[in-house]
């Protein structure tokens, strides 16, 4: 079985758990194959002597392997999203940031996690993404996101109008500082933090979300995934800021946009005993109260 591994990078203190998960692996008779910025970070401070390899791109990544491990946060996560693409790798999110949503695996918890792989003991979430399409070209190879789209202003300047559109019907005219797209994946994320509901993660759904909104009657809403959502934009500064997650691009009001359901869905490893409801209670505290807590 090979695994790959791909993160941003790691700390003094986290190597320690970098050779335990190297331990597990081979100890499982799995052969891993790292992202090659991360192995030369490490290779000097950790004992290799079993078969491995590396990788620089999605090119290098085949058939062969079996699923992709994710060493760090959320961030870390969605950047190895546009690793893999379309080519069904199983993503495994093991947590080395702060909340850990989507990588919700404890750093405790490797043991398990790998014995879980090997053994084909998880369950596989399909997500889905958003995708968008310009008039120019606009993130490379990589014009999806999992989380969300958003158009936003720049920097400090005033607040930017955005005509929206469903299937080319007129929805609303947004005064704000910009707007988010999410997918029910990302309806934990930013468009949570600016007002939108959870979505749970196969509702089928898209999420638009105002930033900071000059209205009091406006609200999200949530539309179908096979809606295409169109956008024209105006305001006082020459240009705005278009986001697919982390990624960022700096467009003029000439460019047209609009946003899809992307046409692939990627895989995520769940450990069989969590779910989304639990994720939502321990890692954003939802619905926690005080009365409902158990009597000592």
């Not at 940031?97 to 405790?108: C, T, V």
């Not at 005993?273 to 639990?278: A, S």
Request: net charge negative.
């Amino acid at each position: 079985m090979k695994i790959a591994i791909y993160s941003r990078g790691i700390e003094n203190n986290q190597i320690k758990d970098i050779h335990q998960l190297f331990e597990e692996l081979i100890s499982n008779g799995a052969e891993p194959v790292f992202f090659q910025d991360f192995f030369n970070q490490f290779y000097s401070a950790v004992n290799l002597e079993n078969n491995y390899s590396t990788f620089n791109s999605f090119e290098d990544l085949n058939e062969s392997i079996d699923c992709m491990i994710s060493l760090g946060g959320d961030g870390t996560l969605l950047d190895t999203v546009t690793l893999v693409r379309d080519s069904g790798i199983p993503i495994l999110g093991i947590n080395y940031g702060r909340l850990g949503f989507l990588a919700n695996i404890g750093k405790e918890e490797i043991a398990s996690a790998i014995d879980a792989i090997i053994n084909r003991k998880y369950v596989l979430d399909k997500r889905s993404l958003i995708h968008l399409e310009a008039n120019v070209s606009l993130f490379g190879e990589t014009p999806y996101a999992l989380n969300d789209f958003s158009i936003h202003k720049k920097d400090i300047s005033p607040m930017i109008k955005i005509h929206t559109y469903l299937n080319g019907e007129f929805l609303n005219t947004y005064w704000a500082d910009g707007l988010i797209v999410s997918t029910p994946t990302g309806s934990t994320g930013y468009s949570l933090s600016c007002g939108g509901p959870v979505v749970f993660p196969d509702s089928s759904s898209f999420v638009i979300t105002p930033i900071a909104p000059h209205n009091l009657n406006i609200r999200p809403i949530i539309v179908p995934d096979n809606t295409i959502i169109s956008f024209e934009l105006e305001g006082r500064t020459d240009g705005f800021v278009c986001t697919l997650d982390s990624r960022r691009e700096i467009i003029t009001k000439e460019i047209q946009l609009a946003v899809k359901k992307e046409s692939f869905d990627i895989n995520l490893i769940r450990m069989n005993e969590n779910n989304f409801l639990q994720t939502l209670r321990e890692k954003l505290s939802w619905g926690l109260d005080k009365r409902n807590q158990p009597k000592l």
